[in-house]
């Protein structure tokens, strides 16, 4: 062989070489390129779920969308007496439970219930309408107390309902034998047990609606704290 074809020949080689180098280098770069996306795309999935799945105050929550309002939905538990889960009921929360958290709940004890009689949720006569927030958080309050099976009647705070047989008079000194929860407004939201039986979920500036689930989630965290695990 020649010089001159000897040197054609390694350059050749060479060529080859560095070819080879660069199509492996290319496959290098996408097969990072690869992993550094499933990576990004791990931690985006799992941030959108964290942020849509949570569980605040020992409640599991799910995050959902619907048009415009967000509602965060709690599942609670119904229990056999031996304290088991025998089934789930949902419960819809209009208010991110993480900033209900910054109501203050007064209690001297866990909330407890007069099973065998019935439930009073009352509110005075002149309560604030709040474009109809006021209206909806207690038509919610009283369809959840009914998942616990509580035999809930709505009352007024107000004595010119006295002898009204449909919608009675009731406060804590009226009804001290009766489980009796007061909805009002106060100078600040929070919520206060006033009584051995007696409970007054209190707001300002129409809070109405975070004051009630306030209570709801107070009332969730100490019932999930009674379950088994499993």
């Not at 910054?102 to 002149?126: A, L, R, T």
Request: charged letters at 25%; one cysteine or more; glycine letters at 6%.
């Amino acid at each position: 062989m020649t010089e001159k074809k000897k040197v054609a020949t390694e350059q050749k080689k060479e060529a080859q070489e560095t070819k080879k180098d660069s199509h492996e280098g290319i496959a290098k770069m996408i097969i990072v390129s690869i992993i550094v996306l499933a990576i990004i795309l791990g931690v985006w999935i799992y941030m959108v779920y964290s942020m849509a799945n949570f569980t605040y105050m020992g409640v599991e929550f799910n995050k959902a969308r619907e048009g415009k309002i967000d509602f965060y939905t709690a599942k609670v538990p119904a229990l056999d007496n031996a304290g088991n889960v025998v089934s789930y009921a949902a419960v819809d929360f209009r208010s991110n439970p993480k900033t209900l958290g910054n109501i203050p709940v007064i209690f001297d004890n866990p909330i407890g219930f007069v099973k065998s009689k019935k439930v009073y949720v009352s509110v005075p006569e002149n309560l604030s309408n709040c474009n109809g927030y006021s209206g909806v958080a207690l038509v919610n309050f009283g369809r959840f107390l009914a998942l616990f099976s509580l035999d809930v009647k709505g009352a007024v705070d107000d004595k010119s309902y006295r002898n009204n047989t449909q919608t009675p008079y009731v406060n804590c000194n009226t009804h001290p034998d009766n489980t009796v929860i007061l909805v009002k407004e106060g100078s600040e939201t929070k919520i206060e047990q006033t009584a051995n039986n007696c409970y007054e979920i209190i707001f300002t500036d129409c809070e109405a609606l975070r004051a009630v689930e306030r209570f709801e989630l107070q009332m969730m965290s100490e019932y999930a704290s009674k379950i088994k695990p499993i």
